[in-house]
C-alpha cells in the first residue's frame, strides 16, 4: 500500500478537516511530492490514520477529483492524475525546481532591471501564467467559434510552397502585406490615420508595452497609469524603474485634471479608450481632446491600447485617439488575440513616422521580428475578408452571450450580485453586496472550477465597492448557467459564514 501523504490535522484551525486534508495534497501534488499517477490510500485506511470519519476524506478526495488534482480508475483506487491540467504545472514548476537543486554557494548580481524582476517574479508570473479556460475568464474569444477550416487551409499553401521571404530572416516591423492589411482595417473600422510604413508588428500588446516602456521611461520619470487599470501595462512599466502615477477613472474615462495635480514631469500615459479596462467606460470626446492637450504641454506620449474595441453592440463608436491627433503623440497598440486567438501573440503598434527607426531597431535587437508563415496566413485571412466576417459573426454572438449571462445571474443570484448589462467588450462586472470581499468569492470560486477576477485586484490606490469580472464571451449558454449555479452555492455559503 502506498504511503499516505503528509497530512497534519490542526484541530483548533477554522479551517475545515477536510479542507486540511485537501490542501495538505492539493499542495504536496503541486510540489511534486506527490507525482502523476501515484496511488492515494483508500479513503478508509486514510481516515482511520488520521482518526477522522471517512466522509472527511471522501469529502476532501471528491474536491481534488472534481478539480483534476485526481483521478479515479473503476476497482483500483485513487490517483493523482495522470495529466495535470497545464496551469497547475505553471505554477508549481519553479517551486519545484527550488526543491530539487542543491543551494549554489556562488553569488548573482543583477541589474536593476533584473532585480527589479526577481523582486517581482512570483506576482508576474501569477499574472501572465497560463490558464484552463473555465466560467467566466474574461477576454478570451469564443475559441471553438473560429473558423479553422478556411485558417488551415490558409495555412496549408503557405506551408506547401512556402517562397523563400517567407522562409528567411524577416523584416523587423512585420510582414508587408500584414502591415497593409491592418492600415487598411484600422482606417475603416477605427479611424486611424496612418500609412502601411508606420505599422510594427508585435507578438500582441504585451511586447508593444515593452517596447514603449524601454524606449521612452528612464528611472524615476512618470507614467501615468489608469487606477483601475491592466495588469500588464502596470508590471511592464513598473519593470522599467519609472514612477507609476494612478489616475482614477470616473465616468467619462481616464480624469485628466486630476492626472495633472499628481504628475507635473509626466512622460507616458497609457489609456483604453474605447472601453476602459476593467470598468467599461468609453472615453468622452472632451476628455480625449483634453488629454491631447495635456500631452501637448507636458510633451508626453499617449499610449491608445484599443484591445476589443471590435466588440461594440449598439451606439456608434468613437473613432480612435489617434485619428484626433495632429502632433504624433499617440501610439496606437492593438492586437489579434481578442479577435483570433491569444496563443497566436500576434499585435501591432501604428508609430508617428518620426519614430519609426528607434522602434524598429528595438523590434530587431528584441527578437528579428515575429514569425513569418503565421503573419502570411492573417494577412491573406484579414484581405479575403474572413477576419471581418469573422468579428461580425462573433459580435452577434457576444451580444446574446452577455443577454445570457444577465439573465443567469438575476435568476441564480439575485441580490448578491449586481449585473448591468453593457454596450461594448467582452466582459461585465458583478458589483458584491457590502462586507462580502471579492478577493474570498474569486478564491473559492477557484475551489469550485470558476475563474472570476476580482476587480480590487486592479486597483493601485482606487477604493471601489468589491465586485468580480464576468467574462462571457468564451462560454456557451449551458456553461454560463453552470457557471452562475456554481457561484451561486460559493456566494450563498459565504453570505452564511
Ligand atoms: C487592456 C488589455 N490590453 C491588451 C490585452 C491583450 O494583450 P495581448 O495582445 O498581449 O494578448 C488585454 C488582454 O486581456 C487587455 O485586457
Known amino acids: 500500500m502506498p504511503h499516505p501523504p503528509f497530512i497534519t490535522l490542526d484541530e483548533k484551525s477554522d479551517a475545515p478537516l477536510y479542507r486540511q486534508i485537501y490542501e495538505t495534497i492539493r499542495r504536496s501534488i503541486l510540489s511534486g511530492g506527490l507525482p502523476s499517477g501515484r496511488q492515494l490510500p483508500a479513503s478508509r485506511l486514510l481516515a482511520k490514520q488520521l482518526g477522522v470519519s471517512r466522509m472527511t476524506v471522501v469529502n476532501a478526495y471528491e474536491q481534488l477529483l472534481a478539480e483534476g488534482y485526481l483521478e479515479g480508475r473503476a476497482g483500483a483506487g485513487t490517483f493523482v492524475a495522470a495529466h495535470l491540467p497545464e496551469e497547475f504545472l505553471q505554477a508549481s514548476g519553479f517551486e519545484r525546481l527550488e526543491l530539487q ?6 553569488k548573482v548580481i543583477l541589474s536593476e532591471y533584473g532585480s527589479k524582476l526577481a523582486q517581482n517574479s512570483k506576482i508576474i508570473l501569477r499574472h501572465h501564467g497560463a490558464t484552463a479556460l473555465v466560467p467566466f475568464q474574461h477576454g478570451v474569444a469564443a475559441i471553438d467559434e473560429f473558423p479553422f477550416g478556411v485558417w488551415a487551409k490558409i495555412a496549408q499553401k503557405w506551408h506547401k510552397r512556402p517562397p523563400t521571404s517567407v522562409l528567411n530572416y524577416g523584416d523587423a516591423v512585420g510582414f508587408q502585406p500584414l502591415r497593409d492589411a491592418i492600415a487598411v482595417h484600422l482606417a475603416a473600422a477605427r479611424g486611424v490615420r496612418c500609412t502601411p510604413e508606420q505599422i510594427i508588428i508585435t507578438n ?9 516602456g524601454r524606449i521612452f521611461l528612464s528611472e524615476s520619470e512618470d507614467v501615468c497609469l489608469e487606477d483601475p487599470g491592466y495588469i500588464g501595462a502596470r508590471d511592464i512599466f513598473t519593470a522599467t524603474g519609472a514612477r507609476i502615477v494612478p489616475v482614477p477613472i470616473d465616468d467619462e474615462g481616464f480624469d485628466v485634471q486630476n492626472a495633472r495635480k499628481r504628475s507635473l514631469k509626466t512622460r ?4 483604453t ?3 476602459q479596462f476593467p470598468l467599461g467606460v468609453t472615453m468622452s470626446l472632451a476628455r480625449r481632446l483634453s488629454l491631447l492637450e ?7 506620449f499617449v499610449i491608445e491600447d484599443d484591445y476589443n474595441s471590435e466588440y461594440r453592440y449598439s451606439g456608434r463608436p468613437l473613432a480612435s485617439l489617434q485619428g484626433l491627433d495632429g502632433d504624433g503623440r499617440v501610439i496606437y497598440v492593438g492586437t489579434f488575440s481578442k479577435t483570433i ?9 501604428v508609430v508617428p513616422a518620426d519614430l519609426m527607426e528607434v522602434f524598429a531597431a528595438a523590434r530587431a535587437l528584441t527578437d528579428l521580428h515575429s514569425p513569418v508563415i503565421e503573419q502570411a496566413v492573417l494577412a491573406e485571412f484579414i484581405s479575403e475578408r474572413h477576419f471581418a466576417r469573422h468579428i461580425r459573426r462573433m459580435r452577434a454572438m457576444y451580444e446574446e452571450r452577455q443577454q445570457t449571462l444577465v439573465e443567469e445571474a438575476r435568476k441564480n443570484l439575485g441580490s448578491m450580485l449586481d449585473v448591468t448589462a453593457a454596450k461594448a467588450g467582452m466582459h461585465l462586472i458583478g458589483w458584491l453586496p457590502d462586507g462580502i470581499s471579492d478577493r474570498e468569492v474569486s478564491r473559492r470560486a477557484a475551489e469550485a472550477g470558476l475563474n472570476l477576477a476580482p476587480i480590487s485586484a486592479y486597483c493601485i490606490n482606487q477604493k471601489l465597492r468589491d465586485g468580480l469580472l464576468l467574462g462571457y464571451t468564451a462560454y456557451d449558454e449551458k456553461h454560463i448557467r453552470q457557471g452562475m449555479k456554481k457561484l451561486a452555492r460559493v456566494l450563498t455559503e459565504i453570505a452564511q459564514h
Open 101 to 106: 537543486e542543491k543551494p549554489l554557494t556562488r
Open 204 to 212: 500582441g500588446t504585451q511586447q508593444a508595452l515593452d517596447l514603449i
Open 268 to 271: 507616458l500615459i497609457y489609456v
Open 273 to 275: 479608450p474605447s472601453h
Open 294 to 300: 495635456w500631452a501637448r504641454e507636458r510633451d508626453a
Open 341 to 349: 486567438f491569444p496563443a497566436l501573440r500576434l499585435g501591432y503598434l
